[in-house]
C-alpha cells in the first residue's frame, strides 16, 4: 500500500455560509445551530484510504472575514483540493465566488497546478432560496468543479460531499500534483506589514488579536495561533515579525488571565 503524509485541503467561502457547520457535521455527526466565527484558520485532519493509498488528510477550515485575508492567503499553497462554500438564501455568498477564486490565485496557476476544486450550495433546508439548483450547478461547470447541494443542519448530502471531495484530493496528490514537500513561500511584505502595523498601533490587546471584548478564551487561543504562523521566528526572520510575535504572546497571556480572574 502507498502512503501519503500530508494532503492539504480547504474550505473558502464568504461568513456565515455554514463552512465550519458542514466539516462539524462530517467529523463529529452534529449541527451546532449557534453562529461562532472562525477566527484565522481553524484545523483537523483525518486518515482514509483511497485506491489503495492511505492518506492523511489535513483540512484548513478558513474564516471568511476580511480581517483576516493575510492569514487565509498564508496557508493556499499547496492545496490539492477547495471545497467552495456558498449558502443558497444569500445571493452575495454566491456572487463572491468569483472573488475567493481570485484570491486564490486562480486563474493565475497554470491548469495542472490549480487544486482540485469543489463547490458545496449549503443551507438547502432553508427557504426561500435565491439560487437555484441550475444556476449553481452552471457556475461549478464553467470552473470545472463539481457542485453539491447540502444542509449541515440536517444532514443531507453532507457525507457523500466529503467523501468524494477527499477522494479526489487524494488521487491529486497521488498523481503526484500539490505534493507539501517543501515549506509555503513567506507572506507577501504588504499583508506581514499590515498585521506587524496593526499590533503595534492597535489601541487595546483585543484590537491586537483582532478581536472585540467579548470574545471567549478558544477565540483568543484561536486567534493567536492564527497570527503565530505568520509571525513566529520559526516561520520568518524579519525582526519586525519576532518582535510582534513577543507581543501578540504577551497579550494572548494578559487577556487569558483576565478569564482566570472572572
Not at 125 to 149: C, K, M, N, V, Y
Not at 218 to 227: E, H, I, M
Request: hydrophobic letters at 40%.
Amino acid at each position: 500500500m502507498n502512503h501519503i503524509a500530508r494532503v492539504k485541503v480547504l474550505t473558502l467561502g464568504s461568513s456565515q455560509v455554514g463552512k465550519s457547520c458542514l466539516v462539524k457535521r462530517y467529523c463529529e455527526r452534529r449541527f451546532v445551530p449557534k453562529y461562532l466565527p472562525t477566527i484565522g484558520i481553524d484545523y483537523g485532519v483525518t486518515r482514509l484510504t483511497v485506491d489503495n493509498v492511505e492518506a492523511r488528510v489535513h483540512i484548513f477550515d478558513t474564516s471568511g472575514r476580511p480581517l483576516f485575508a493575510e492569514v487565509r492567503c498564508e496557508f493556499y499553497s499547496g492545496m490539492a483540493a477547495v471545497l467552495l462554500v456558498y449558502d443558497v438564501t444569500e445571493r452575495a455568498s454566491f456572487d463572491a465566488l468569483a472573488g475567493w477564486l481570485a484570491e486564490l490565485g486562480w486563474a493565475a496557476a497554470e491548469p495542472g497546478q490549480r487544486p482540485v476544486l469543489v463547490v458545496a450550495a449549503n443551507k438547502t433546508d432553508l427557504t426561500p432560496r435565491e439560487i437555484g439548483s441550475e444556476e449553481g450547478e452552471r457556475w461549478a461547470a464553467g470552473h470545472g468543479a463539481q457542485h453539491f447541494q447540502v444542509s449541515a443542519s440536517s444532514g443531507h448530502g453532507v457525507q457523500q460531499l466529503f467523501t468524494e471531495f477527499f477522494q479526489m484530493a487524494v488521487r491529486s496528490a497521488a498523481a503526484g500534483r500539490h505534493r507539501d514537500g517543501a515549506p509555503p513561500p513567506p507572506a507577501a511584505p504588504s499583508s506581514l506589514n499590515a498585521w506587524i502595523r496593526r499590533i503595534r498601533t492597535a489601541p487595546n490587546d483585543w484590537d491586537k488579536l483582532g478581536l472585540r471584548p467579548g470574545y471567549s478564551k478558544d477565540d483568543v487561543n484561536r486567534a493567536y495561533k492564527a497570527l503565530a504562523v505568520m509571525l513566529h521566528p520559526d516561520k520568518n526572520s524579519s525582526p519586525e515579525a519576532a518582535e510582534a510575535f513577543k507581543t501578540i504572546t504577551g497579550v494572548r497571556n494578559n487577556l487569558l488571565k483576565t478569564f482566570s480572574a472572572t
